[in-house]
Protein backbone atom coordinates (compact mmCIF):
# COMPACT_ATOMS: atom_id res chain seq x y z
CA UNK A 1 0.00 0.00 0.00
CA UNK A 2 1.62 3.21 -0.77
CA UNK A 3 2.45 6.02 1.87
CA UNK A 4 1.57 9.73 2.12
CA UNK A 5 5.25 10.07 3.35
CA UNK A 6 6.67 8.26 0.44
CA UNK A 7 4.47 10.35 -1.88
CA UNK A 8 5.55 13.80 0.07
CA UNK A 9 8.91 13.46 -0.24
CA UNK A 10 8.69 12.39 -3.99
CA UNK A 11 7.03 15.18 -4.73
CA UNK A 12 8.08 17.99 -2.32
CA UNK A 13 11.42 16.66 -1.25
CA UNK A 14 10.36 15.84 2.51
CA UNK A 15 7.23 14.32 4.42
CA UNK A 16 5.04 16.59 5.53
CA UNK A 17 6.27 18.35 8.73
CA UNK A 18 9.93 17.38 8.37
CA UNK A 19 10.79 20.49 10.25
CA UNK A 20 9.33 18.95 13.73
CA UNK A 21 11.40 15.88 13.82
CA UNK A 22 14.01 18.36 15.62
CA UNK A 23 12.06 20.58 17.65
CA UNK A 24 13.25 23.30 15.89
CA UNK A 25 12.31 26.57 17.98
CA UNK A 26 11.92 29.11 14.71
CA UNK A 27 9.39 26.75 13.51
CA UNK A 28 7.66 26.63 16.99
CA UNK A 29 7.20 30.59 16.85
CA UNK A 30 5.71 30.28 13.39
CA UNK A 31 3.46 27.30 14.45
CA UNK A 32 2.54 29.59 16.95
CA UNK A 33 2.16 32.72 14.97
CA UNK A 34 -0.26 30.47 12.73
CA UNK A 35 -2.65 29.56 15.72
CA UNK A 36 -2.92 33.45 16.57
CA UNK A 37 -3.99 33.98 12.96
CA UNK A 38 -6.42 31.75 12.86
CA UNK A 39 -7.99 32.71 16.50
CA UNK A 40 -7.74 36.62 15.46
CA UNK A 41 -9.93 35.76 12.08
CA UNK A 42 -12.50 34.04 14.28
CA UNK A 43 -11.47 30.42 13.49
CA UNK A 44 -13.23 28.33 16.24
CA UNK A 45 -15.46 25.33 16.77
CA UNK A 46 -19.07 27.11 17.64
CA UNK A 47 -17.86 29.68 15.00
CA UNK A 48 -17.24 26.99 12.32
CA UNK A 49 -20.32 24.79 12.76
CA UNK A 50 -22.51 27.87 12.86
CA UNK A 51 -21.03 28.64 9.40
CA UNK A 52 -21.82 25.25 8.25
CA UNK A 53 -24.97 24.79 9.76
CA UNK A 54 -24.46 21.88 11.92
CA UNK A 55 -23.87 21.17 15.75
CA UNK A 56 -20.84 19.36 15.04
CA UNK A 57 -18.01 19.73 12.37
CA UNK A 58 -17.65 16.09 13.08
CA UNK A 59 -21.36 15.85 11.93
CA UNK A 60 -20.59 17.19 8.66
CA UNK A 61 -22.17 15.48 5.75
CA UNK A 62 -20.06 14.17 3.28
CA UNK A 63 -19.60 15.62 -0.38
CA UNK A 64 -21.28 18.95 0.55
CA UNK A 65 -18.09 21.09 -0.04
CA UNK A 66 -19.03 22.61 -3.23
CA UNK A 67 -22.52 23.20 -2.36
CA UNK A 68 -21.48 25.20 1.14
CA UNK A 69 -18.82 26.86 -1.49
CA UNK A 70 -21.23 28.20 -3.54
CA UNK A 71 -24.31 28.82 -1.50
CA UNK A 72 -23.68 28.74 2.06
CA UNK A 73 -19.98 30.39 3.30
CA UNK A 74 -19.38 33.94 2.73
CA UNK A 75 -15.90 35.38 1.17
CA UNK A 76 -14.29 36.93 4.47
CA UNK A 77 -11.19 35.62 6.13
CA UNK A 78 -13.52 33.18 8.33
CA UNK A 79 -15.28 31.45 4.85
CA UNK A 80 -11.44 31.06 2.96
CA UNK A 81 -9.92 29.61 6.33
CA UNK A 82 -13.26 27.01 6.23
CA UNK A 83 -12.84 26.58 2.23
CA UNK A 84 -9.30 26.20 2.92
CA UNK A 85 -8.76 23.69 5.85
CA UNK A 86 -11.84 21.86 6.79
CA UNK A 87 -13.24 21.97 3.37
CA UNK A 88 -9.94 21.07 1.64
CA UNK A 89 -11.05 23.48 -1.26
CA UNK A 90 -8.32 24.97 -3.58
CA UNK A 91 -8.10 28.74 -3.72
CA UNK A 92 -6.63 31.49 -5.22
CA UNK A 93 -3.42 32.96 -4.16
CA UNK A 94 -4.94 35.92 -3.72
CA UNK A 95 -7.65 34.44 -1.12
CA UNK A 96 -4.72 32.71 0.75
CA UNK A 97 -2.92 36.29 1.03
CA UNK A 98 -5.95 37.97 2.72
CA UNK A 99 -5.70 35.67 5.52
CA UNK A 100 -1.61 35.35 6.03
CA UNK A 101 0.82 37.33 5.10
CA UNK A 102 3.88 36.04 3.54
CA UNK A 103 6.19 34.69 6.08
CA UNK A 104 3.05 32.23 7.25
CA UNK A 105 2.55 31.14 3.70
CA UNK A 106 5.99 30.35 3.27
CA UNK A 107 5.93 28.91 6.67
CA UNK A 108 2.84 26.43 5.36
CA UNK A 109 4.56 25.90 1.76
CA UNK A 110 7.96 24.82 3.39
CA UNK A 111 6.25 22.35 5.62
CA UNK A 112 4.19 20.59 3.55
CA UNK A 113 0.94 21.54 4.41
CA UNK A 114 0.04 23.28 1.33
CA UNK A 115 0.53 22.61 -2.30
CA UNK A 116 0.79 24.95 -4.87
CA UNK A 117 -0.50 23.91 -8.02
CA UNK A 118 -1.24 25.29 -11.26
CA UNK A 119 -1.86 29.13 -9.52
CA UNK A 120 -4.22 27.14 -6.97
CA UNK A 121 -3.32 26.84 -3.08
CA UNK A 122 -4.86 23.90 -1.28
CA UNK A 123 -4.27 22.04 2.27
CA UNK A 124 -3.61 18.90 2.69
CA UNK A 125 -4.00 19.56 6.21
CA UNK A 126 -7.04 19.27 8.37
CA UNK A 127 -7.88 21.50 11.17
CA UNK A 128 -10.31 21.17 13.97
CA UNK A 129 -10.82 22.64 17.43
CA UNK A 130 -11.52 21.86 20.84
CA UNK A 131 -12.29 24.05 23.53
CA UNK A 132 -8.61 26.51 23.16
CA UNK A 133 -7.29 23.81 20.98
CA UNK A 134 -6.43 23.83 17.29
CA UNK A 135 -5.89 20.41 15.87
CA UNK A 136 -4.16 19.51 12.77
CA UNK A 137 -4.30 16.50 10.88
CA UNK A 138 -4.72 14.38 7.29
CA UNK A 139 -7.32 15.46 4.92
CA UNK A 140 -8.62 13.87 2.44
CA UNK A 141 -7.56 16.20 -0.40
CA UNK A 142 -4.62 14.21 -0.62
CA UNK A 143 -6.73 12.30 -3.05
CA UNK A 144 -7.12 15.33 -5.68
CA UNK A 145 -3.24 15.89 -5.64
CA UNK A 146 -2.56 12.12 -5.97
CA UNK A 147 -5.55 10.67 -7.93
CA UNK A 148 -6.20 6.77 -6.55
CA UNK A 149 -4.23 6.90 -3.54
CA UNK A 150 -7.07 6.83 -1.18
CA UNK A 151 -5.90 3.82 0.39
CA UNK A 152 -2.57 5.39 1.77
CA UNK A 153 -1.99 3.03 4.80
CA UNK A 154 -0.34 5.86 7.13
CA UNK A 155 -2.98 8.82 6.43
CA UNK A 156 -3.15 11.08 10.24
CA UNK A 157 -6.41 10.33 11.60
CA UNK A 158 -9.33 13.29 11.58
CA UNK A 159 -10.16 14.44 14.79
CA UNK A 160 -13.24 12.53 14.73
CA UNK A 161 -16.20 11.88 17.14
CA UNK A 162 -14.30 9.42 19.06
CA UNK A 163 -11.49 11.56 19.85
CA UNK A 164 -13.44 14.30 20.22
CA UNK A 165 -15.32 12.04 22.86
CA UNK A 166 -12.74 10.63 24.57
CA UNK A 167 -11.15 14.29 25.19
CA UNK A 168 -14.41 15.07 26.71
CA UNK A 169 -15.06 11.79 28.97
CA UNK A 170 -10.99 10.79 30.52
CA UNK A 171 -11.41 12.05 34.05
CA UNK A 172 -9.12 15.03 34.59
CA UNK A 173 -7.70 13.72 38.24
CA UNK A 174 -4.41 15.39 38.80
CA UNK A 175 -1.61 13.17 37.76
CA UNK A 176 2.08 12.74 37.84
CA UNK A 177 2.36 11.61 34.46
CA UNK A 178 0.50 10.23 31.75
CA UNK A 179 0.48 8.07 28.92
CA UNK A 180 -0.93 8.12 25.19
CA UNK A 181 -1.42 5.27 23.23
CA UNK A 182 -1.85 5.35 19.80
CA UNK A 183 -1.71 9.22 20.44
CA UNK A 184 -1.75 9.50 16.29
CA UNK A 185 -2.01 13.33 15.55
CA UNK A 186 -1.61 14.64 19.90
CA UNK A 187 -5.18 15.04 20.94
CA UNK A 188 -5.54 13.34 23.93
CA UNK A 189 -1.93 13.71 24.99
CA UNK A 190 -2.04 17.55 24.82
CA UNK A 191 -5.21 17.98 26.70
CA UNK A 192 -3.57 15.23 29.41
CA UNK A 193 -0.58 17.97 29.41
CA UNK A 194 -3.21 20.22 31.35
CA UNK A 195 -3.98 17.89 34.32
CA UNK A 196 -0.29 15.87 34.30
CA UNK A 197 3.28 16.82 35.27
CA UNK A 198 4.71 15.12 32.16
CA UNK A 199 3.10 13.16 29.54
CA UNK A 200 4.07 10.26 26.91
CA UNK A 201 2.29 9.70 23.66
CA UNK A 202 3.36 6.57 21.75
CA UNK A 203 2.84 5.19 18.02
CA UNK A 204 3.70 3.07 15.72
CA UNK A 205 3.92 5.61 12.34
CA UNK A 206 5.97 8.58 12.37
CA UNK A 207 3.99 10.45 10.26
CA UNK A 208 1.38 10.84 12.85
CA UNK A 209 4.22 11.80 15.74
CA UNK A 210 5.13 14.72 13.64
CA UNK A 211 1.66 15.82 13.01
CA UNK A 212 1.52 15.59 17.06
CA UNK A 213 4.96 17.74 17.48
CA UNK A 214 3.75 20.02 15.44
CA UNK A 215 -0.18 20.34 17.20
CA UNK A 216 2.03 20.35 20.69
CA UNK A 217 3.82 23.27 19.39
CA UNK A 218 1.09 25.18 17.66
CA UNK A 219 -0.72 25.19 21.10
CA UNK A 220 2.75 26.15 22.63
CA UNK A 221 2.35 23.11 24.96
CA UNK A 222 6.09 21.85 26.68
CA UNK A 223 6.70 18.71 28.66
CA UNK A 224 5.60 15.68 26.47
CA UNK A 225 7.60 13.20 24.63
CA UNK A 226 6.30 11.69 21.57
CA UNK A 227 8.24 8.59 20.57
CA UNK A 228 7.51 5.98 17.92
CA UNK A 229 6.81 2.24 18.91
CA UNK A 230 4.33 -0.61 19.44
CA UNK A 231 2.00 0.84 22.59
CA UNK A 232 3.99 -0.02 25.64
CA UNK A 233 6.73 -1.12 24.20
CA UNK A 234 9.36 2.13 24.04
CA UNK A 235 7.85 2.82 27.73
CA UNK A 236 8.92 -0.83 29.17
CA UNK A 237 9.48 -0.61 32.73
CA UNK A 238 7.75 2.43 33.36
CA UNK A 239 4.26 2.94 35.21
CA UNK A 240 2.05 5.94 34.73
CA UNK A 241 -1.08 7.45 36.84
CA UNK A 242 -3.42 7.79 33.64
CA UNK A 243 -3.51 5.69 30.52
CA UNK A 244 -5.09 6.73 27.36
CA UNK A 245 -5.76 5.25 24.38
CA UNK A 246 -8.06 5.93 20.83
CA UNK A 247 -7.05 2.51 19.60
CA UNK A 248 -8.05 1.47 15.69
CA UNK A 249 -11.26 -0.87 16.27
CA UNK A 250 -13.09 -0.90 12.99
CA UNK A 251 -13.40 -5.08 12.25
CA UNK A 252 -10.91 -5.73 9.30
CA UNK A 253 -11.84 -7.74 6.20
CA UNK A 254 -9.34 -10.51 5.76
CA UNK A 255 -7.75 -9.90 2.40
CA UNK A 256 -8.50 -6.40 2.52
CA UNK A 257 -6.27 -3.51 2.56
CA UNK A 258 -5.90 -2.10 5.97
CA UNK A 259 -6.12 1.51 7.38
CA UNK A 260 -3.48 1.88 10.36
CA UNK A 261 -5.44 4.40 11.83
CA UNK A 262 -8.39 2.40 11.61
CA UNK A 263 -8.77 -1.37 11.48
CA UNK A 264 -7.33 -4.09 14.20
CA UNK A 265 -8.16 -7.74 13.13
CA UNK A 266 -10.65 -9.82 12.35
CA UNK A 267 -12.91 -8.30 15.72
CA UNK A 268 -11.50 -4.94 15.63
CA UNK A 269 -10.26 -6.08 19.34
CA UNK A 270 -6.62 -7.25 18.19
CA UNK A 271 -4.93 -3.91 19.48
CA UNK A 272 -8.06 -3.34 22.49
CA UNK A 273 -6.75 -6.24 23.76
CA UNK A 274 -3.25 -5.61 24.26
CA UNK A 275 -3.74 -2.25 25.84
CA UNK A 276 -6.19 -3.59 28.26
CA UNK A 277 -3.43 -6.69 29.39
CA UNK A 278 -0.99 -3.97 29.83
CA UNK A 279 -2.47 -1.90 31.78
CA UNK A 280 -1.95 -3.52 34.90
CA UNK A 281 2.15 -3.55 34.92
CA UNK A 282 2.34 -0.37 33.07
CA UNK A 283 -0.18 1.42 35.72
CA UNK A 284 0.56 2.36 38.90
CA UNK A 285 -1.91 1.09 41.73
CA UNK A 286 -4.04 4.22 41.28
CA UNK A 287 -4.07 4.33 37.83
CA UNK A 288 -7.28 5.53 35.41
CA UNK A 289 -7.42 3.84 32.01
CA UNK A 290 -9.81 5.68 29.20
CA UNK A 291 -10.11 4.44 26.03
CA UNK A 292 -12.92 4.72 23.10
CA UNK A 293 -13.55 1.85 20.88
CA UNK A 294 -16.68 0.08 19.02
CA UNK A 295 -17.45 -2.62 21.46
CA UNK A 296 -18.44 -6.24 19.60
CA UNK A 297 -20.43 -8.27 21.49
CA UNK A 298 -21.08 -6.07 24.55
CA UNK A 299 -22.84 -8.65 26.46
CA UNK A 300 -19.61 -10.62 26.68
CA UNK A 301 -17.81 -7.86 27.87
CA UNK A 302 -17.78 -9.09 31.29
CA UNK A 303 -15.93 -12.20 30.74
CA UNK A 304 -13.89 -10.37 27.80
CA UNK A 305 -11.65 -8.15 30.46
CA UNK A 306 -11.15 -11.27 32.55
CA UNK A 307 -10.13 -13.21 29.58
CA UNK A 308 -7.49 -10.52 28.69
CA UNK A 309 -6.43 -9.22 31.88
CA UNK A 310 -6.25 -12.21 33.98
CA UNK A 311 -8.13 -10.71 36.61
CA UNK A 312 -10.66 -8.25 37.50
CA UNK A 313 -10.67 -4.66 38.14
CA UNK A 314 -13.67 -1.69 38.10
CA UNK A 315 -14.05 -1.02 34.83
CA UNK A 316 -16.98 1.23 33.57
CA UNK A 317 -18.32 1.57 30.35
CA UNK A 318 -20.11 4.29 28.91
CA UNK A 319 -22.28 3.72 25.45
CA UNK A 320 -23.52 6.30 23.77
CA UNK A 321 -25.31 3.86 21.02
CA UNK A 322 -25.29 0.54 19.18
CA UNK A 323 -25.10 0.42 15.72
CA UNK A 324 -27.18 -1.42 12.79
CA UNK A 325 -24.79 -3.48 10.94
CA UNK A 326 -25.91 -2.56 7.72
CA UNK A 327 -25.41 0.70 8.52
CA UNK A 328 -22.22 0.33 10.01
CA UNK A 329 -20.94 -1.70 6.99
CA UNK A 330 -22.31 1.70 5.03
CA UNK A 331 -20.81 3.84 7.25
CA UNK A 332 -16.86 2.83 6.77
CA UNK A 333 -16.89 2.24 3.10
CA UNK A 334 -17.29 5.79 2.76
CA UNK A 335 -13.86 6.72 2.20
CA UNK A 336 -13.61 4.51 -1.22
CA UNK A 337 -14.38 6.63 -4.28
CA UNK A 338 -16.78 5.28 -6.49
CA UNK A 339 -20.51 3.44 -5.39
CA UNK A 340 -19.70 0.12 -6.95
CA UNK A 341 -16.52 0.09 -4.25
CA UNK A 342 -18.21 1.13 -1.69
CA UNK A 343 -21.18 -1.01 -1.87
CA UNK A 344 -19.04 -4.03 -2.94
CA UNK A 345 -16.92 -3.45 0.85
CA UNK A 346 -19.97 -2.91 2.63
CA UNK A 347 -21.22 -6.51 1.48
CA UNK A 348 -17.87 -7.93 1.90
CA UNK A 349 -18.20 -6.72 6.12
CA UNK A 350 -21.32 -8.08 6.41
CA UNK A 351 -20.41 -11.28 5.20
CA UNK A 352 -16.77 -10.83 7.32
CA UNK A 353 -19.39 -9.99 10.26
CA UNK A 354 -21.24 -13.21 10.46
CA UNK A 355 -18.05 -15.36 9.31
CA UNK A 356 -16.43 -13.37 12.68
CA UNK A 357 -19.26 -13.63 14.75
CA UNK A 358 -19.93 -9.83 15.46
CA UNK A 359 -22.95 -9.66 16.53
CA UNK A 360 -23.73 -6.23 18.25
CA UNK A 361 -21.19 -3.20 17.77
CA UNK A 362 -21.75 -0.01 20.83
CA UNK A 363 -20.04 2.61 20.67
CA UNK A 364 -18.63 4.16 23.43
CA UNK A 365 -16.06 4.65 26.03
CA UNK A 366 -14.25 2.10 29.01
CA UNK A 367 -13.13 3.42 32.30
CA UNK A 368 -11.16 1.67 34.55
CA UNK A 369 -9.16 2.26 37.74
CA UNK A 370 -6.38 -0.34 39.28
CA UNK A 371 -9.17 -1.27 42.49
CA UNK A 372 -10.41 -4.74 42.10
CA UNK A 373 -14.34 -4.68 40.79
CA UNK A 374 -16.58 -5.86 38.28
CA UNK A 375 -17.75 -4.42 35.10
CA UNK A 376 -20.83 -1.53 34.96
CA UNK A 377 -22.08 -0.77 32.20
CA UNK A 378 -23.85 3.11 31.89
CA UNK A 379 -25.92 4.21 29.06
CA UNK A 380 -25.32 8.47 28.41
CA UNK A 381 -27.99 10.71 26.74
CA UNK A 382 -26.84 10.15 23.39
CA UNK A 383 -23.44 11.74 21.49
CA UNK A 384 -21.14 13.75 23.11
CA UNK A 385 -21.19 17.04 22.08
CA UNK A 386 -20.13 18.48 25.55
CA UNK A 387 -17.31 17.94 28.03
CA UNK A 388 -18.34 14.83 30.63
CA UNK A 389 -15.71 14.31 32.22
CA UNK A 390 -16.48 16.43 35.68
CA UNK A 391 -19.64 13.42 35.89
CA UNK A 392 -17.42 10.45 35.15
CA UNK A 393 -15.20 12.18 37.74
CA UNK A 394 -18.09 11.91 40.47
CA UNK A 395 -18.46 8.53 39.74
CA UNK A 396 -15.04 7.19 39.96
CA UNK A 397 -15.41 8.99 43.60
CA UNK A 398 -18.23 7.75 44.82
CA UNK A 399 -17.63 4.49 43.41
CA UNK A 400 -14.52 4.91 45.71
CA UNK A 401 -16.48 5.60 48.62
CA UNK A 402 -19.37 3.43 48.03
CA UNK A 403 -16.80 0.21 48.17
CA UNK A 404 -14.26 1.78 50.89
CA UNK A 405 -14.27 1.45 54.93
CA UNK A 406 -16.12 5.02 54.90
CA UNK A 407 -19.19 4.07 53.18
CA UNK A 408 -21.26 3.77 55.89
CA UNK A 409 -20.41 6.97 57.53
CA UNK A 410 -20.93 9.00 54.17
CA UNK A 411 -24.50 10.67 52.62
CA UNK A 412 -26.54 9.57 49.87
CA UNK A 413 -27.50 12.66 48.42
CA UNK A 414 -28.49 13.63 44.97
CA UNK A 415 -25.99 13.59 42.22
CA UNK A 416 -24.62 17.18 41.18
CA UNK A 417 -26.51 18.79 38.08
CA UNK A 418 -29.73 15.77 38.24
CA UNK A 419 -32.84 17.12 38.36
CA UNK A 420 -36.06 15.75 39.37
CA UNK A 421 -39.14 16.62 37.24
CA UNK A 422 -42.70 15.60 37.81
CA UNK A 423 -45.23 15.74 34.75
CA UNK A 424 -48.60 16.00 35.26
CA UNK A 425 -50.95 14.77 32.30
CA UNK A 426 -54.25 13.16 31.40
CA UNK A 427 -54.99 9.75 30.50
CA UNK A 428 -56.89 8.16 27.95
CA UNK A 429 -59.88 8.30 29.95
CA UNK A 430 -59.15 11.69 31.07
CA UNK A 431 -57.85 10.66 34.30
CA UNK A 432 -54.90 12.22 35.90
CA UNK A 433 -51.38 10.90 35.23
CA UNK A 434 -48.57 11.96 37.00
CA UNK A 435 -44.90 11.15 35.62
CA UNK A 436 -41.41 11.41 37.23
CA UNK A 437 -38.12 11.50 36.01
CA UNK A 438 -34.88 12.24 37.07
CA UNK A 439 -32.29 14.03 34.35
CA UNK A 440 -29.47 16.15 33.54
CA UNK A 441 -30.63 18.87 31.39
CA UNK A 442 -27.16 20.64 31.27
CA UNK A 443 -24.88 17.47 30.37
CA UNK A 444 -24.99 14.59 28.06
CA UNK A 445 -24.10 12.20 30.55
CA UNK A 446 -27.61 10.67 32.11
CA UNK A 447 -30.51 9.63 29.65
CA UNK A 448 -34.00 10.48 31.24
CA UNK A 449 -34.79 7.84 33.51
CA UNK A 450 -38.78 7.24 34.59
CA UNK A 451 -38.79 6.95 38.82
CA UNK A 452 -41.71 5.20 40.78
CA UNK A 453 -43.76 6.94 43.17
CA UNK A 454 -41.90 5.18 45.51
CA UNK A 455 -38.37 5.91 44.32
CA UNK A 456 -39.49 9.57 44.83
CA UNK A 457 -39.95 9.25 48.39
CA UNK A 458 -37.40 8.10 49.09
CA UNK A 459 -35.60 10.84 47.39
CA UNK A 460 -37.60 13.56 49.78
CA UNK A 461 -36.85 11.58 52.55
CA UNK A 462 -33.08 11.41 51.55
CA UNK A 463 -33.30 15.31 51.13
CA UNK A 464 -35.16 16.20 54.21
CA UNK A 465 -33.65 13.81 56.32
CA UNK A 466 -29.54 13.42 55.04
CA UNK A 467 -29.03 10.22 57.13
CA UNK A 468 -25.69 8.35 57.22
CA UNK A 469 -25.52 5.45 54.94
CA UNK A 470 -25.25 3.27 57.86
CA UNK A 471 -28.68 4.38 59.46
CA UNK A 472 -31.07 3.31 56.68
CA UNK A 473 -32.31 -0.06 57.94
CA UNK A 474 -35.09 -0.68 55.02
CA UNK A 475 -33.95 -3.52 53.05
CA UNK A 476 -36.23 -1.85 50.59
CA UNK A 477 -34.68 1.68 51.26
CA UNK A 478 -31.52 0.03 50.88
CA UNK A 479 -32.22 -1.45 47.17
CA UNK A 480 -33.78 1.15 45.80
CA UNK A 481 -30.68 3.37 47.03
CA UNK A 482 -28.09 0.90 45.61
CA UNK A 483 -29.95 0.83 42.19
CA UNK A 484 -30.01 4.58 42.21
CA UNK A 485 -26.25 4.83 42.83
CA UNK A 486 -25.89 2.04 39.86
CA UNK A 487 -28.06 4.42 37.51
CA UNK A 488 -26.06 7.83 38.86
CA UNK A 489 -29.00 9.57 40.43
CA UNK A 490 -27.32 9.45 43.93
CA UNK A 491 -24.15 9.63 44.82
CA UNK A 492 -21.84 9.64 48.33
CA UNK A 493 -20.28 12.42 49.34
CA UNK A 494 -16.29 12.42 49.70
CA UNK A 495 -12.94 13.33 48.73
CA UNK A 496 -12.07 10.34 47.38
CA UNK A 497 -9.23 10.91 44.70
CA UNK A 498 -8.51 14.08 45.82
Same mark, same amino acid.
Given at each position: ?? #?? !?????? +????????????? @???? &??????????????????????? =????????????????ILDRCVLSHDELGILIRLFVLNLPLTQYDVSKVFNSNLRTFLIDIGALVVDGGKVQSVISLFCLDDYIFAADSFAYDAVWAGEVRAGDRVMYLGHDSLGLALTAPRFK /? /??????????????????????? $??????????? /??? =??????NAVDGICFVEGDLYDPVDGETFDAILANPPFVPAVVNDPALMFRDAGATG? @? $??? +??? &?GAEKHGTPDRVLSLVADFINLKN????????QLDQFRTFMFIE !?? @????DYAIRHTAYLPSI???? !?? &?VRMLQHFTASNIHTI?????????????????????????????? $? #????????? +???????? @?RPRLTPGVRIVVEIGRSHESEEEISIFAETPDSDFLPRLALSSAVYQLLEKLREEQPLLCDIRDEEEQRLITLLLDQRVLTLSSDYYR
Open positions: MT #RL !DELNAA +RFGQPVFAPFDDG @SQTH &AMLAQQLKATLKSHGFDAIAIAA =RLGVAQVQSLPPHLEH /R /RNALDLCCGSGVQAIVARSYSEH $VVGVDINPRAL /RFA =RFNAAME @S $VLT +RIL &AYAHKLVDW !DE @SHLVQERQ !DK &AHFGYLIQTGAEGNLTIHELKGPIGNIIETD $V #RRVLEGDGV +RFSETAKS @S
